[in-house]
């Protein structure tokens, strides 16, 4: 036989449970609503963003969300939206705020945030560094400043990844250029926040990348200078560097780029030996020497071509001194000898004997 006690207990749990579902999908369906959004709201948070643990006591605690209808409630939810990737409920939603509290409420400078990184996330570069601009205008000097150079960098990023800027909603013009100026504006202008000597390495890196390597080399040197204390230190060093001895152009050109690259690559190896060993700079300085010794050489060869004799073996006797081991220097022993000169000068060279 069925219990009528239990029948009456069960109908009563259903109703129960029936309300319960009702009162909170009208509760997020409220909420959605006034956001002008989807119900995509949950209806409670997930325990590992509202437990936390006290590091001391070793006790739990939960931390209740805000409540909703309120600036920093709908803020929150907002947060929340962003980091489960729903950047366009997001966004529409942050206009909503922004529509409902205004630029007067204390939380606006974050609901402008969480928009402008909303639209990062959506691939809407131009008009988040727009308001991002008239933002660091607006808040220069507050604690906000720090956020939105973040998400500067992250446009300038993407631009010189090859992001394009639209044009009559077409992706089609190149933004290299508003890239760099970003970069600029954030290590001329904030230059004691961390994202300035990040944007310094970031302009060496993409000329570097491009084969642009004189404005590699400046945008190094200057890192170098302008943050002596900067965690890149020994990484702008090398690659001032590698920049220097890219710009040297072959035998046929000025030699002051191997002389820079190797006064750079004999700093390094002084500040940072167990580095330098591992990277083999010891090969890159010989390396180095060799092309030197190339181009003094190369000189003495030239003098030879065109019948200037005597200033050909002032050359020829020059590389034996200066770059003994080299093949350079055995390339000038065989030409000496062949001129019938000894390997090493016996008295300076006149007055006006080079070039005669």
Not at 83 to 101: F, H, I, M, V
Not at 128 to 144: K, P, Q, R, V, W
Not at 277 to 304: C, F, G, H, P, W
Not at 311 to 327: E, S
Request: proline share 4%; net charge negative.
């Amino acid at each position: 036989m069925i219990n009528c006690m239990d029948l009456t207990y069960r109908r009563r749990a259903g109703v129960a449970l029936m309300l319960g579902v009702t009162a909170c999908l009208a509760t997020e369906a409220c909420l959605a609503a006034r956001l002008s959004l989807d119900p995509w709201l949950p209806a409670q948070e997930t325990r590992s963003r509202t437990v936390t643990r006290d590091a001391k006591t070793g006790e739990w605690t939960e931390e209740r969300p805000p409540e909703p209808g309120t600036s920093t409630g709908d803020l929150h939810f907002l947060r929340e939206a962003v980091k489960d990737g729903l950047y366009r409920q997001a966004l529409s939603g942050a206009k909503r705020w922004e529509q409902t509290y205004g630029k007067g409420d204390v939380n606006y400078p974050d609901a402008v945030l969480v928009r402008t990184q909303a639209m990062i996330a959506l691939r809407q570069y131009d008009p988040a560094h727009t308001i991002l601009l008239e933002f660091l205008n607006e808040f220069d000097g507050t604690s906000y400043v720090h956020e939105a150079l973040r998400q500067e960098f992250m446009i300038a990023e993407a631009y010189l990844g090859g992001a394009k800027r639209r044009f009559l909603w077409i992706k089609m013009l190149p933004a290299e250029d508003v890239a760099l100026k970003i970069l600029d504006d954030l290590s001329t202008g904030f230059p004691d926040d961390k994202h300035a000597e990040l944007a310094i390495k970031t302009k060496g890196d993409h000329f570097q990348r491009t084969g642009e390597n004189e404005l590699a080399e400046l945008e190094y040197v200057r890192l170098m200078n302008d943050h002596p204390q900067s965690r890149y230190l020994q990484y702008a060093l090398r690659r001032a560097a590698d920049s220097a001895a890219a710009t040297f152009g072959g035998v046929e050109y000025d030699e002051s780029p191997l002389i820079e690259a190797e006064n750079r690559y004999e700093e390094y190896a002084r500040r940072y030996p167990d580095a330098a060993e591992e990277e083999a700079v010891s090969a890159i300085l010989e390396t180095m020497r060799a092309k030197r010794a190339d181009k003094a050489l190369s000189m003495a060869q030239y003098y030879e071509r065109s019948r200037h004799p005597r200033t050909a073996i002032f050359y020829y006797q020059l590389v034996v001194r200066d770059w003994p081991g080299t093949l350079a220097e055995q390339k000038a022993r065989e030409r000496l000898n062949l001129l019938g000169a000894p390997l090493e000068s016996q008295a300076a060279v006149e007055t006006g004997a080079v070039g005669q």
